[in-house]
Structure formats: C-alpha cells, structure tokens
C-alpha cells in the first residue's frame, strides 16, 4: 500500500486510486479532446428539470432490479441488471464500480448512488469497442441525461486532465456572471459541494453525486439538511 502523499498541491498529484478510477479518467481525458458544446455554467443550470426528469427514469430500473424491494441493489442483483441490460462487464468490473459508487459502504447501492454507476457505465462504454451499438444501454433519454453531465464536466475541465479545480470552477462561474460579487462566493460553495473527499480536485464520479442533489434526487432514508 502506498502512503499517503500530501506534499504536492498541484492538481496533478492527484492519482487514481483504482483501475476503475484510472479508466474513468482515461475515457473522460480522450472524450474531452472532442470538446464541449455547453456554453456556459448558466446553461448548465437551466438544464437541471430536464437533468431531473431524467434521473427520475432511473427510478423504474432502479426498482426493477431492486429485486427483495429492500430500496437498494445489493451486489448480486447489480450483476442480474447488467446482465439483462446486455453491458459487457466483467464480474471484478462490476464489482469495482459497485465499491466506487457505495459511498457509505454498507454493501447497497441507494437510488442516488445508482444513477452515478450507470452514468459511469455509459461513459465507460464510450470506448471504441462500443461504437456499433449506436444506444449503448437501450435507454435512449437517460442517455442524452448523461450525455448532457459528460458534456457539462467536459466544459468546466478547461485544461482538459479530467479534474475540476477551483480555479475551472470559478472561471466558469465568471465567465456568465460577469464580476458579480457574489458570484466567487457561489462558485467556492458549488465547488465544495462537489469536492466530496476535500482534496481540491473534482473528478467526473464527485462531479456525478453533486449533481443528483442539486437536482433534488433524495434517497429514501436521508431526509435531512434541507437549507
Ligand atoms: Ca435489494
Ligand atoms: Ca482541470
Ligand atoms: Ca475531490
């Protein structure tokens, strides 16, 4: 095991902690040479009720594979949805996504928790091999939803090393407000809101999560911190 290193600020220190990581930011670093089409970090935020609507097309899958209807997928029901969903994963594969995406590591998979792995397995699915399958996991509209959080990302990741830093996000935050005051402050707020582990850097699965609850999705047990 490797020690912690905290010596480095710079963002590039930052190394992937698995294989899962490192191949998300793989295919994240090859999809942003294709560039953005979003604008700016308004346009992003007024796509949230589409964002949502999408999300919320995941809650039918969700309970389809919920298979005990216990509100959460538990490895096992994980690997009978890919498999009925067709996406080519590998057992250790689907295994390394199930551990990235249980933030609490209690071994379930919330609602939440389950829109980041799949918007992570359609990014994952971008590579080369998947390019005939023109709908990559036969679900056309939660696509594009996730097609939209690709794109958005790709947008703040300005030097394209596929982290977020600070200094992305409050450039992006600029860039629409043009100097307001108060808009450094909403930058530093968003931006910590997305940096989960605190280590000044957003990847693309953090980038995921925050964005479940801008949108509003709940889990069913956390009705907590509202305001
Ligand atoms: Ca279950
Ligand atoms: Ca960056
Ligand atoms: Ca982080």
Known sequence: ???????????????????????????????????????SFNSIILKFPKIDEGFKKCRATFEEFDEDKNGAIDPQELKHCFRKMEIDF????????????????????????????????????????????????GMPNLEATFETLVDAFVFLDKNKDGYVSKNEMVD???ETTSGERSSGRIAMK??????????????????????????????????????
């Not at 249980?102 to 971008?126: Q, R, T, W």
């Open 1 to 39: 095991m490797g020690s912690a290193v905290t010596k480095e600020e710079s963002p590039k220190a930052s190394v992937p902690e698995t294989k899962l990581e490192a191949k998300i930011l793989e295919v994240m670093r090859r999809r942003e040479v294709e560039g953005s089409s979003t604008k």
């Open 90 to 137: 590998s057992d250790e594969e689907i295994n390394d996504l199930f551990e990235a995406c249980d933030i609490n590591e209690h071994m379930a998979i919330k609602f939440s928790e389950f829109i980041v792995l799949l918007c992570l397995v359609y990014l994952l699915k971008e590579g080369p091999t998947a390019q005939h399958t023109k709908s990559r996991m």
């Open 172 to 174: 992006a935050i600029n």
């Open 190 to 227: 968003r931006f910590e809101e997305m940096d989960w582990d605190k280590n000044g850097m957003v990847n693309f699965k953090e980038f995921l999560f925050a964005f479940t609850h801008w949108v509003g999705i709940e889990d069913i047990d956390d009705e907590e911190d509202t305001a």
